[in-house]
């Protein structure tokens, strides 16, 4: 069983450059969400997904779009890398938060820099 | 918005004595998860609590979920190597946002 699996685990961006860091799991997971990981600012979220064709806004989405036509696949895209951007980005799934176990998979995250 | 606070934002334990770190929440919750993050890597499930001043218990971890569905406590007993990491609390409120906090960053002593 795979669970999240994130690509690229690594990228080196120039300032406007443009990228989709990659996420799909193979849990039927309906809930799929995205992290940014700064140092001290733990765990903030940029977009999420209670299922295929549905997305939300998190606390961060300014300069990231996402989009999800499948339930595997929740790919993240940075329209035009800023310097401020450099972070982790980690994908989340589980089950609907209506469901009783949300337990949150997450996948092994992307180190993103830009420069 | 819905905001997570953790207190402390680090913890230095002695090898063997106990420690506790705290979540509060600006709003009611549905429910409260746990997650532990090594250095390095990525934020492990550790537990979900969904009842009012519910208590779990795994091995020396012990959580609590507030009265008032706002707040939630980690205590760890005999600490080990082992527990170095970052503790995350995370909530859920009305919608479907989850929401963590800033994590305790626990460092050991032997």
């Known amino acids: 069983n795979a669970g999240v699996t994130q690509t690229p685990k690594f990228q080196v961006l120039k300032t406007g450059q443009s990228m989709t860091l990659q996420c799909a799991q193979d849990?039927?997971?309906?809930?799929m969400s995205w992290y940014r990981q700064d140092p001290g600012m733990g765990l903030r979220l940029i977009h999420y997904?209670?299922?295929?064709?549905?997305?939300d806004q998190g606390e961060v989405p300014n300069g990231y779009n996402v989009s999800r036509s499948t339930t595997e696949d929740f790919p993240l895209r940075l329209l035009s890398a800023a310097p401020s951007q450099t972070s982790v980005y980690f994908c989340?799934?589980?089950?609907?938060?209506?469901?009783?176990?949300?337990?949150?998979?997450f996948g092994q995250g992307t180190r993103l820099t830009v420069v | 918005g819905q905001q997570v606070m953790q207190i402390p934002q680090y913890q230095h334990v002695q090898e063997g004595e106990d420690f506790t770190t705290y979540c509060n929440s600006s709003?009611?919750?549905?429910?409260i998860q746990w997650y532990k993050q090594r250095p390095g890597g990525h934020p492990v499930f550790l537990i979900q609590?969904?009842?009012?001043?519910e208590v779990k218990k795994q091995k020396r971890l012990t959580f609590q979920f507030g009265e008032a569905k706002k707040n939630s406590s980690l205590h760890i007993t005999a600490t080990q190597t082992t527990d170095v990491g970052t503790y995350f609390c995370?909530?859920?409120?009305?919608?479907?946002?989850?929401?963590f906090g800033g994590g305790t960053r626990v460092l050991v002593k032997p």
């Open positions: 709003t009611t919750l549905s429910n």
């Open positions: 849990m039927n997971h309906e809930y």
């Open positions: 997904s209670v299922g295929a064709g549905i997305t």
């Open positions: 609590l969904v009842k009012s001043g």
């Open positions: 989340a799934s589980s089950y609907h938060p209506g469901a009783g176990n949300t337990e949150a998979f």
């Open positions: 995370a909530g859920r409120a009305a919608g479907n946002k989850l929401t």
